[in-house]
């Protein structure tokens, strides 16, 4: 196939190396394709739905490499609404195609996570040609070993981790550490490790109290007087994990609690006695510019499917496979969540070490 036109776009939560991936595939596809046309599809599938796109120019893809955020910009657009027309009744998956029909797009590029990948699949199965980037600083993609802006986004968590390291042992305080990830704790369990935790909690693992509060107070009796708790975002107790999601929704919705780090900080101050402290680094997660580690997988990653959008290979995602890139076909990838497995070696080998998941 002559490819002479290609359409990118950044969807879903943004993270650090989205402009270091663009400029894999944009250098690699002016590098090989004489005359290639590449357009900006602007803020995610919003800008395919809605027919904003501007053709760009080979040097907007230069001097991003280290740049965070996306040149494109991004939006959420939930896939369970796809197939919902809009408040003016517009068919949203009708539009995207015939927008790609109408700006003769040979292919389509889509960096993205979980649910930006059901939308792919979704097109793809519509017969428009799709290539797409594993991107989510979550790491829960299925079908790849690793996701880009994942290992930025552990480094500023563990950063955090570290900075309330000192402060807790001066005060001999507890410190709960809330990081990013609702449904996955890739992030808490690597930024845990890294910044030395003592406790980490996990969705996938829940936990008991009794457990994390005996883990401070066994600490707290060998004169280690502080301790460091990374709880990710979508932690949740045992007895939590026994209910429906409605029934968990609601339970959440009249809590007085924000988020799981303040019922967790309540109920230990009440059973140690000790002064609770709670840090949520919050979107500094995934702020600012990419680290090496990034910089490297995404420009890999960008080379790997501009090289399938030149073999016409389409419907695929560019993936991690040890220390290898392969491609995996989106209908293997979509509706998948990569789950931390509770008997992995790092949650194994971090229980080796003494640290406490609540289990
Ligand atoms: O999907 C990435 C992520 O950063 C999650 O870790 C986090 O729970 C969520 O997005 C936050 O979403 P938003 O940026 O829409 O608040």
């Known amino acids: 196939m002559n490819i002479k036109r290609v359409g990118i776009l950044t969807s879903g939560g943004d993270c650090q190396s989205l402009n270091a991936a663009m400029r894999g595939v944009a250098k690699s596809l002016y590098n090989n394709i004489e005359g290639i046309e590449i357009y900006g599809i602007q803020e995610g599938y919003k800008g395919l739905i809605y027919n904003n796109m501007i053709k760009m120019k080979e040097s907007d893809f230069s001097g991003i490499l280290t740049l965070g955020g996306t040149i494109l910009g991004t939006s959420r657009q939930p896939f369970k609404k796809m197939n919902i027309p809009d408040e003016n009744g517009l068919?949203?998956?009708s539009a995207m195609k015939e927008n790609y029909k109408k700006n003769k797009l040979d292919c389509l590029v889509v960096l993205g996570g979980n649910g930006s990948h059901k939308t792919a699949n979704l097109?793809?199965?519509?017969g428009l040609n799709v290539v797409t980037l594993p991107k989510t600083i979550d790491n829960d993609?299925?079908?790849t070993d690793m996701t880009f802006g994942?290992?930025?986004?552990?480094?500023?968590?563990?950063h955090a981790i570290d900075c309330?390291?000192?402060?807790a042992a001066s005060h001999g305080r507890i410190f709960i550490v809330e990081v990013m990830g609702h449904k996955?704790?890739?992030?808490?369990?690597s930024a845990g490790i890294a910044g030395g935790a003592d406790v980490i909690l996990i969705p996938e693992i829940p936990y008991?109290?009794?457990n994390v509060i005996a883990a401070v107070k066994k600490r707290y009796k060998q004169k280690k007087k502080f301790s460091i708790i990374a709880v990710a975002e979508g932690a949740i107790s045992k007895e939590d994990s026994l209910l429906s999601k409605k029934e968990l929704k609601r339970k959440r919705a009249s809590s007085s609690s924000p988020s799981v780090s303040y019922e967790l900080a309540q109920q230990l101050t009440e059973a140690t006695g000790q002064e609770?402290?709670?840090t949520v680094p919050g979107h500094t997660q995934r702020g600012g510019a990419p680290d090496s580690f990034d910089r490297v997988l995404s420009t890999r990653l960008g080379a790997a499917a501009a090289r399938l959008i030149m073999n016409g290979d389409f419907g695929k995602m560019v993936a991690v496979k040890g220390t290898s890139i392969r491609a995996v076909p989106l209908s293997e990838v979509a509706g998948k969540l990569k789950l931390v497995p509770s008997d992995c070696e790092i949650v194994l080998q971090a229980k080796e070490v003494g640290i406490c998941f609540g289990d």
């Open 208 to 210: 008991d109290i009794n």
């Open 141 to 143: 993609l299925w079908g």
């Open 123 to 126: 097109l793809s199965e519509q």
């Open 91 to 93: 068919d949203k998956v």
């Open 276 to 278: 609770v402290r709670i």
């Open 150 to 158: 994942f290992q930025s986004a552990v480094d500023l968590a563990t």
């Open 164 to 167: 309330i390291h000192t402060t």
């Open 184 to 189: 996955t704790g890739w992030m808490t369990l």
